[in-house]
């Protein structure tokens, strides 16, 4: 059997940092304020946030205190494990943190945190609701909640 040379894509839009403006899609979040009733919005900017209280880039959402029940769509850059750990260490001092991640199970930061958490995979890919096309990964819904 032949070696099969596939062309190279680019893996840019999967590391992309610009999550910091895709505003989470409108019926997904109100699914998720329906049933877990967040207000905290870790990761936002004032047009997009979901909750009345929110962190901005400014505020650094990384080095806050979260509480209570927060929502958080991260940016989805290399950072994001960084967002992902806070999520997980949060809900260990109390907090229950849902996260829309994307569904990347090969990396450690799926493997050191998420595994643990309540997962529920999302069905096609996302459109957020500023976007063109639709996201070019699979999605999910993630729930840290405190032990």
């Known amino acids: 059997m032949g070696m099969r040379i596939v062309p190279m ?20 979040y109100s699914c998720v304020e329906r049933v877990y009733h967040p207000t905290l ?7 997009n946030a979901k909750c009345a ?17 927060c929502w958080m769509n ?7 494990g960084k967002w992902v750990r806070k999520a997980y260490e949060a809900s260990r ?7 829309l991640l994307p569904a990347r ?8 945190y998420v595994m643990g958490a309540e997962i529920t995979f999302l069905r096609g890919r996302l459109h957020f ?10 999605s999910a819904l993630v729930v840290f909640k405190p032990r």
């Open 53 to 69: 209280r929110y962190f901005t880039l400014q505020d650094d959402g990384l080095a806050q205190e979260w509480e209570g029940v």
């Open 93 to 99: 001092q109390g907090a229950t943190v849902v996260c």
């Open 9 to 28: 894509i680019s893996m840019d839009v999967h590391y992309s940092s610009k999550s910091y403006e895709w505003e989470t899609p409108t019926d997904l």
């Open 129 to 138: 609701n500023n976007a063109k096309t639709g996201a070019p990964f699979p």
């Open 74 to 80: 991260p940016p989805y850059g290399r950072e994001i």
């Open 105 to 112: 199970t090969d990396t450690a930061w799926w493997h050191d």
């Open 41 to 47: 919005d870790v990761c936002a900017t004032a047009d």
